[in-house]
């Protein structure tokens, strides 16, 4: 996972660099393909509506405060589940990494929990938090948790143990071999977590409030399907797409700030 | 204001040269050899891994200062004795003593990896061998001048992943070298060079030694860098020290020289005759 990741990265990072638009091209020509399928009446508006009427739709919307708010409930709700179930994993990541006797404790039982996918608990939720914020958070945390757990454990673990060693040698104290050993060199491995994560935090989100919830984009979607606006449904995912685009360059451009060192992340 | 800079300069520059009097003289009279190396005494050391007895008595003394090379086939014991010596492994029977009290800066370990901190650039590398000096004000200006020594001053602001091999080496080196070491253990720090730069890097290796004075205890697998180096060459049979072998040829050495290639010679006679009886 995490080897793949670094060997792709220098080719899909160099490509920007060159041109920052080479990137776009495709789904620009997909949209301009797209709106003249759609005039052409070789698609149904039926079925799908032009690019041009998402955009109107969407600009009513943004006109109305609708899309604004919608928009930004689900962020919120996405950064703060993430913040809490990142953490707490981040957390039990490390201290079972460092500790045998809480990794003894815990990881049986985490790897158990891992294995049910945690939206088969959504009717669990609903019950137990009804429909309001903290059903959502809760989702969101729980699915988030598990790929930061598992990438910061397997980062530590990983760390080369002959660094350590040198690391004592040269009087390090355990304060300090984490800070200069330990947690840098888990670091890669901890931002593979975050990657998967990000993409779990949206899934988890758009599921749980096409299911259950009165605001939200997911909400905005479910609403539209009911009244028929076909092209509110469709920018309501045109939008997933762009916060998932945003969220994992964001993720790209820490990584880069924070791996400098690394050499698949170095200026050619 | 001139006349103030002309008469206080003169007498900072005396005071300056009268506290480092003492150190010039030692310099210039006699090799600091004596000053600043430790010397060493292991007695009946001893040590198994699991059923495996891996070291089954070595009685050596190294003076202070002297190059010693441990040479002896793979297995033989050889780097467990030199991770006893840097206390990096537990003595299971015997001493290592170093005439005195040590610091745990004062005995330092090169690897045949260089072991150098990814995401730390080479400067920072090198302070790390401060030990606990890190802290101090001094410290970028004590991992310049060792990073100097081993000439890398230019590349103190790179990531170790842009160096070569040997250039990587020798950062490791001027970490060791950063908190002043009076024993430096060696294991096979050259063994992953390729011939060349292996070359340059002994010369430097005998170089620093010259300079700081150190003792120094080498492992390694290549006879001829052992007669190359050393004052001195153990080999290592069965957890033992079977030969002793001084070396006596003027430095600086010649390579391939009559002389060493004769001891080479002889040291790997006993080596390969042992390989005949087993």
Redesign the interface.
């Known amino acids: 996972m995490s080897l793949i990741d670094s060997i792709s990265l220098p080719r899909s990072m160099r490509l920007p660099r060159v041109d920052g638009l080479v990137q776009w091209i495709v789904p620009l020509a997909i949209i301009a393909i797209w709106q003249v399928a759609c005039v052409t009446g070789f698609v149904p508006t039926r079925v799908l509506p032009a690019p041009s009427d998402v955009a109107l739709a969407g600009w009513k919307l943004l006109l109305s405060g609708e899309l604004a708010r919608n928009i930004w409930v689900s962020f919120w709700r996405a950064s703060i589940g993430f913040l809490i179930g990142g953490s707490i994993g981040f957390a039990f990541g490390l201290a079972n990494g460092l500790s045998q006797l809480s990794a003894k404790l815990t990881d049986t039982t985490l790897q158990m929990v891992r294995n049910v996918p945690h939206l088969a608990l959504i009717p669990l939720v609903i019950l137990w938090f009804g429909i309001d914020e903290s059903a959502k958070l809760f989702l969101v945390a729980l699915g988030v948790f598990f790929p930061i757990y598992l990438n910061t454990l397997h980062g530590i673990r990983t760390v080369d143990p002959q660094l350590i060693e040198m690391g004592r040698i040269y009087g390090m104290t355990d304060g300090e071999l984490f800070r200069r050993v330990i947690f840098p060199g888990a670091l890669p491995s901890i931002f593979v977590g975050i990657r998967f994560a990000l993409g779990i935090m949206w899934l988890t989100l758009i599921v749980a409030e096409t299911i259950a919830a009165s605001s939200g984009l997911g909400y905005m979607a479910m609403q539209a399907r009911e009244f028929m606006l076909i092209d509110v449904v469709v920018l309501s995912i045109l939008i997933y797409a762009l916060l998932g685009k945003l969220a994992d360059s964001s993720s790209r451009v820490l990584e880069r700030l924070t791996l400098s060192w690394h050499p698949a992340f170095q200026k050619r | 204001m001139q006349t103030a800079l002309r008469t206080s300069l003169p007498e900072t520059e005396l005071a300056s040269r009268a506290s480092f009097a003492p150190h010039a003289r030692v310099v210039r009279e006699e090799r600091p050899v004596q000053t600043s190396g430790l010397p060493l005494s292991i007695r009946g050391l001893r040590k198994s891994f699991g059923s495996n007895e891996v070291l089954r008595g070595i009685d050596l003394h190294i003076p202070a200062g002297q190059f010693v090379a441990i040479v002896g086939k793979s297995g033989c014991g050889k780097s467990t004795l030199l991770r006893l010596i ?1 206390g ?1 492994d537990k003595i299971d029977a015997g001493s290592i003593g170093f005439g005195g009290d040590v610091q ?2 004062d005995i ?2 090169m ?1 045949q ?1 260089p ?1 150098l ?4 650039r080479v400067l920072a590398n090198v302070e ?2 401060l ?2 000096d890190r802290a101090s004000q001094d410290a970028h200006a004590r991992a310049e001048k060792a990073l100097a020594e081993v000439g890398l001053a230019d590349k103190r602001d790179q ?4 160096l070569s091999g040997g250039q990587k080496q020798r950062v490791a080196l001027g ?1 060791a070298l950063v908190s002043r070491p009076r024993v430096l253990a060696l294991d096979e720090p050259l063994g992953a060079l390729d011939a060349l730069t292996r070359i340059s890097m002994q010369r430097l290796l005998e170089r620093v030694w010259r300079d700081q004075g150190f003792t120094a205890i080498l492992v390694t697998h290549d006879v001829s860098e052992a007669v190359a180096l050393a004052d001195r060459v153990l080999v290592i049979e069965e957890g033992r020290i079977a030969h002793d072998v001084v070396v006596n040829a003027a430095r600086p050495r010649q390579r391939g020289s009559a002389e060493l290639a004769g001891l080479e010679g002889s040291i790997l006679s006993h080596l390969l005759s042992a390989d005949d009886r087993t």
């Open positions: 840097a990096l745990p800066a330092r370990v690897f990896e072991r901190l990814p995401w730390a790390v061998g030990g606990r990531w170790p992943s842009v970490r």
